[in-house]
């Protein structure tokens, strides 16, 4: 059997949707209700090892998918989000033991409060969050294309079936993908993915899949 590996941020993780959220608990009505990545590894009988991890960097998603290349083999799919290109990894001031691809305090736009319990002071912070919106622009966008187009192809030298790059500002739209708030009328503030917003975005990458032709790998020197 050919397995599915996706790679992302909570979009890809299932954030929201999981057994310990409160939508998952309270909201979740069948085995049907999946999310996006398990939806279209049972549709194709596919074995799914999902890298998505809340609040990866495109850094952190470049290095799961280092970390994991070797386990990719011919015939699998694979699957790669982008995430918003304002994030950022810095240091942790405090220890923390993580494997290599979650080492790094991933800075968002509203981490404030975890900068200073990991010991940073004000001015150290407002210079790390005015960085934040200097890492929005074409160089980084460009920086972050041209290194996921790379991974893709290296994972198609592996001869898998399709690689499809996808980024999460291009269906971030709540009228194209029920978010969380709007299926709970509210009760959940939560803008991540409902469980039928992870079924419309599931139907777009079967789309993606099934619709083209397999991706074949040109032999030919990558570095």
Not at 60 to 80: A, H, P, R, T, Y
Not at 124 to 144: A, C, K, P
């Amino acid at each position: 059997m050919s397995n599915l590996f996706t790679y992302g941020c909570s979009f890809t993780l299932g954030n929201g949707c999981l057994p310990a959220d409160s939508y998952h608990k309270k909201y979740r009505k069948s085995e049907d209700d999946l999310i996006w990545p398990e939806i279209v590894a049972k549709e194709l009988g596919l074995t799914l090892f999902n890298h998505g991890m809340g609040a990866f960097s495109n850094d952190k998603i470049l290095d799961s998918m280092m970390e994991s290349l070797d386990d990719v083999q011919e015939g699998d799919i694979v699957i790669i989000q982008k995430t918003f290109t304002h994030r950022f990894d810095i240091t942790y001031r405090r220890e923390k033991n993580e494997p290599y691809a979650r080492r790094g305090l991933t800075v968002t736009p509203h981490c404030e409060e975890l900068l200073k319990f990991q010991g940073y002071d004000e001015d150290e912070i407002r210079s790390i969050m005015h960085t934040v919106w200097l890492m929005d622009g074409e160089f980084n966008d460009m920086r972050v294309n041209n290194r996921f187009d790379f991974m893709k192809k290296l994972f198609l030298s592996k001869k898998v079936q399709k690689c499809i790059i996808w980024d999460v500002l291009n269906y971030h739209d709540k009228k194209n993908y029920e978010r969380i708030q709007e299926a709970t009328d509210g009760k959940i503030v939560d803008a991540h993915w409902s469980y039928k917003g992870h079924r419309a975005f599931a139907n777009v990458m079967l789309n993606k899949i099934k619709a083209a032709p397999l991706e074949i790998a040109t032999i030919k020197k990558i570095v």
